[in-house]
């Protein structure tokens, strides 16, 4: 445990999508074995050039430094000066009375200057000054003698390696052909993945994915070709479901049918009324019964503008008798199965209507859903009966109002609506007292 808690400051740091890890796991031990080498290769190559190249030139400045010692002519001089820019390619000069600078010369880590430094301490007792910045390609050497200064120009490529940059750019030229090569590859491994994903996500919403096709690696077909299995299998369960229940409702409305002929044949009496009730109870709950097990099947989607549906909505309660408050926003389109999605809302408004005398539908949208909320002055529900109240078949009429007709599948049927197009209903507290439903549907 101690170490998870460790890691876990890495982790949050660390990329959350497949593809980033699986080139962050490809690309970074290759990249960090490459750094180390050419880390190790170059330091041995620069120090072992520049340290032999530094010890040449350390020779040669000695012996110029012993020649100056002794006393010279100006013809000796020039003859000395001249033998050593043809042999050694060093620019000598003599400064009489010449003192050497005091500031230090401030040079780069991998500069020449700290292996010549080392050589030439090993080979004269003379001190001695370099700069590396006053001349481009040259550095500037100066000895302390005793009557002056000896300044010596010599090649910078004389004291150090100037092909170092060439393996530096060919490593690194490398490694981005071998990003490139995993990106590109690593992409096209990920992307059948996505897709796969993509394709379940639709299908939880509803919706038809019919260009999806098994693609990628092996396991990657595998588990495609699994979902596509999956997706026949449980869609040939919701048709069996509503043909079988489709077929039920045709065979009992047809002795129902028989029964409302036959009770409106007879005189009308309170018994007569009575079962004339519990018949039209039982076409209310077959109705129930169908819309339940039907789901969102047979329906495309379109896109739809959802405050336009909640004005239908309160409109066609308005010509009941039976006003709703609605307060949407505007440019709240998306696609929906514009009929199920009505149903959706409905069932809420008739279960806000048949519990409080005070109905309101607001619509707002937040970064990235679209929120519906249903509220009612009635007597609310207990917060622990929120998620049975989605139960099919379940009421608590004996805590709202016990005279409403139903079954117990108006709220199941609006959750399975909305988990339909990606989104939930949660029961909450409203702020008129009674019971909020509120419709997440995500953009």
């Not at 390619?89 to 040079?107: C, H, I, T, W, Y």
């Not at 018949?279 to 495309?300: C, H, N, T, V």
């Amino acid at each position: 445990m101690a170490g998870l808690t460790r890691l876990r400051p890495l982790k949050n740091v660390l990329p959350k999508g497949l593809f980033a890890r699986s080139l962050l796991i490809v690309v970074a031990p290759v990249v960090l074995l490459q750094a180390i080498v050419t880390y190790i290769f170059f330091e041995r190559h620069w120090d072992t050039v520049t340290r032999r190249l530094s010890r040449a030139v350390a020779g040669e400045v000695a012996m110029l430094t012993e020649t100056y010692s002794s006393p010279m002519d100006a013809a000796k001089m020039q003859s000395v000066n001249t033998q050593a820019a043809r042999t050694f390619q060093l620019e000598v000069a003599f400064l009489p009375g010449d003192k050497l600078p005091r500031q230090s010369s401030d040079n780069p880590f991998f500069s020449p200057i700290v292996t010549l430094d080392d050589e030439l301490s090993k080979h004269i007792s003379q001190n001695f000054w370099i700069d590396t910045h006053r001349y481009g390609d040259y550095l500037d050497l100066r000895v302390q003698m005793n009557q002056g200064v000896l300044r010596i120009l010599t090649p910078r490529n004389r004291v150090t390696s100037q092909t170092a940059h060439i393996f530096i750019l060919w490593m690194f030229g490398t490694s981005l052909v071998l990003m490139s090569v995993a990106v590109v590859f690593l992409r096209n491994q990920v992307r059948p993945i996505a897709l796969l994903a993509q394709a379940a996500e639709e299908f939880g919403k509803g919706r038809e994915v019919p260009d999806f096709k098994a693609a990628g690696a092996t396991e990657v077909r595998q588990a495609a070709a699994a979902f596509l299995e999956m997706r026949d299998r449980i869609g040939r369960q919701i048709a069996q479901r509503t043909h079988m229940l489709a077929g039920v409702s045709h065979d009992l409305r047809t002795p129902l049918t028989r029964m409302n002929l036959q009770l409106a044949m007879l005189p009308e009496s309170d018994e007569i009324e009575a079962l004339r009730a519990d018949i039209r109870e039982m076409q209310y709950m077959l109705d129930e019964y169908l819309a339940f097990a039907g789901g969102q099947a047979g329906e495309a989607e379109s896109q739809t503008d959802i405050a336009q549906l909640i004005e239908e909505i309160a409109a066609e309660y308005a010509r009941q008798g039976a006003p709703v408050i609605c307060h949407t926003e505007q440019n709240l389109q998306m696609p929906l199965r514009r009929g199920n999605f009505k149903r959706c809302i409905v069932n809420l408004a008739e279960n806000a209507r048949a519990y409080g005398k005070q109905v309101e539908i607001n619509a707002i949208r937040t970064a990235d859903h679209i929120e519906i909320s249903i509220d009612d002055d009635g007597p609310g529900l207990p917060p622990e009966n929120y998620e049975d109240a989605f139960l099919p078949f379940q009421r608590f009429d004996d805590s709202r109002n016990p005279d409403r007709a139903g079954v117990g599948l108006g709220l199941a049927i609006a959750r399975d609506i909305a988990r339909s197009h990606g989104g939930d209903i949660n029961l909450g507290r409203s702020a008129l007292g009674g019971l909020r439903a509120t419709i997440r549907v995500p953009m």
